[in-house]
């Protein structure tokens, strides 16, 4: 198995709505970089209607975590497809538990030569969380799911009401971005970030606090200025 040349890599830790896709977005589209989002991949199967996508179906409409071997077989299938010579690679929303963790240690260290990857952890209260997630509306074209916000103050607003600016379909709410599912997908976050930061630590990992209720643009530079861009 050959080893790929990426060299940057970030680790998005952050509850659900914290921006972890908004930032991945903005670096694949201004700077190349390549986004793995589980959560994206999940929702693509979903979509398409493949076994993995019923199996997968309950939990992610309930708010809970999807099996780790699953995840862990969709991350392993999209690294030998598609990050091949990007100049860096953002895991957006995995790994999720100690696990997908040890895996992914492992499986940098086989397929990466020189990987340098760091943590960035999204911090932001929970009361904000649910304020910005229903309001969030995301692309309902599984190709695109683009992230825009209808809070008033957002600068994440699409140009036409309900329509994507990207590829032109229509807004939707997801369906776990309900009131009824976000406190159990927050209560899962908490229950897991410790843990896991606690993994990096060990593992020599650098991590970096951000505080996700700054202005966009800061937490941007913030971001550009870690990657060394
Ligand atoms: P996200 O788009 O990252 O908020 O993920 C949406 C949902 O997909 C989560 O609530 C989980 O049900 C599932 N999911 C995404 N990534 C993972 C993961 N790394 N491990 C387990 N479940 C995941």
Redesign the pocket.
């Given at each position: 198995m050959s080893k790929i040349s990426t060299q940057k890599a970030f680790i998005f830790l952050g509850a659900?709505g914290a921006g972890k896709?908004t930032f991945s977005q903005i670096f694949v589209s201004k700077f190349g970089w390549v986004q793995l989002?589980?959560?994206?991949l999940?929702r693509k199967h979903i979509a398409q209607g493949t076994d993995l996508g019923k199996q997968i179906d309950f939990?992610?409409k309930s708010?809970?975590?999807?099996d780790?071997v699953v995840?862990i077989d969709m991350v392993s299938q999209w690294v030998d497809e598609h990050i091949k010579m990007a100049p860096g690679i953002i895991f957006?929303?995995?790994?999720?538990?100690l696990v997908?963790a040890r895996l992914f240690l492992e499986l940098i260290q086989k397929r990466f030569s020189e990987l340098v990857v760091n943590v960035i952890q999204f911090e932001i209260p929970d009361s904000l969380i649910i304020e910005r997630l229903s309001a969030r509306k995301t692309c309902s074209n599984k190709q695109c799911q683009a992230i825009y916000s209808l809070l008033e103050q957002s600068t994440q607003k699409s140009q036409k009401n309900g329509i994507c600016d990207k590829c032109g379909s229509v807004l939707m709410q997801r369906e776990?971005d309900k009131s009824e599912t976000v406190a159990a997908?927050l209560q899962i976050y908490h229950q897991h970030a410790q843990p896991l930061l606690d993994f990096y630590k060990k593992n020599n990992f650098i991590i970096h606090r951000i505080n996700a209720q700054a202005p966009l643009q800061a937490v941007q530079g913030e971001l550009e200025m870690i990657a060394g861009i």
């Open positions: 659900p896709g989002s589980t959560g994206d999940c939990a992610i708010g809970k975590l999807v780790d995840i957006d929303g995995f790994p999720r538990t997908q776990d997908r």
